[in-house]
């Protein structure tokens, strides 16, 4: 019988990243972020307040990612839920990030206690998620992401998914509103653990 699959995002909600990418532009770049939305992009500041142009932002986050990937921390409760959900699902990190970058975020994953499988990706992931939904014939599939444009993805290319909207980062929370595609919002491990649990098992 197969098993359950859980597909999760990384970057604010396996690993923290407003703060170390926060000491990486100020110690590399003398730059700051000032998180008036929630994206990234148009936040970056010099110290005169102006901001940093958009097409400047990609280097600076390949550069986070070439030079300070391993200055990111668990977010509190992320690994042990994983633990936990490997025992008995099929477990896969789906995470926007070069591809360049994807073999040494599987290494630094593990070093913090989440020995999964990465896949880097680029855009929205709604297909990626069919084409692991068709590569591992789950019982049943259970997507995490802080980005609502992601849900609203999944939605669309597999609708099947039970789809939980996560912001980890605490800093992030008031600044992103429930992604209208997902099925449930819920920003800690601690109590998403027994909720997906209760997806993927299903009624007892």
């Not at 100020?26 to 929630?38: E, G």
């Not at 992009?41 to 986070?64: H, I, Q, Y």
């Not at 490997?86 to 970058?101: E, K, M, P, Q, S």
């Not at 609708?159 to 997902?182: F, I, K, Y």
Request: proline share 8%; hydrophobic share 45%.
């Amino acid at each position: 019988m197969s098993r359950p699959l859980v597909i999760s995002d990384c970057d604010g909600v396996l690993l923290e990243f407003v703060a170390p990418f926060v000491a990486y532009l100020d110690s590399v770049h003398d730059l700051t972020l000032r998180l008036d939305t929630f994206a990234l992009t148009g936040n970056v500041r010099r110290r005169d307040g102006s901001a940093v142009a958009p097409a400047e932002f990609p280097p600076l986050l390949d550069g986070f990612f070439t030079t300070h990937m391993s200055t990111q921390r668990p977010v509190a409760g992320a690994a042990a839920a994983l633990a936990d959900l490997a025992t008995w699902c099929d477990v896969v990190v789906l995470t926007n990030i070069a591809d360049h970058h994807a073999l040494r975020r599987t290494d630094e994953l593990a070093l913090v206690g989440m020995p999964y499988r990465v896949i880097g990706n680029h855009g929205t992931k709604g297909g990626p998620i069919k084409a692991l939904i068709d590569e591992y014939g789950p019982s049943a599939t259970v997507f995490i992401d802080d980005l609502p444009p992601n849900h609203s993805s999944a939605r669309d290319h597999a609708p099947e998914v039970h789809r939980v909207h996560m912001v980890a980062e605490t800093s992030l929370r008031s600044l992103l509103p429930a992604a209208p595609d997902a099925d449930v919002r819920i920003d800690d491990w601690h109590l998403a653990l027994p909720h997906i649990t209760s997806i993927l098992k299903g009624p007892s």
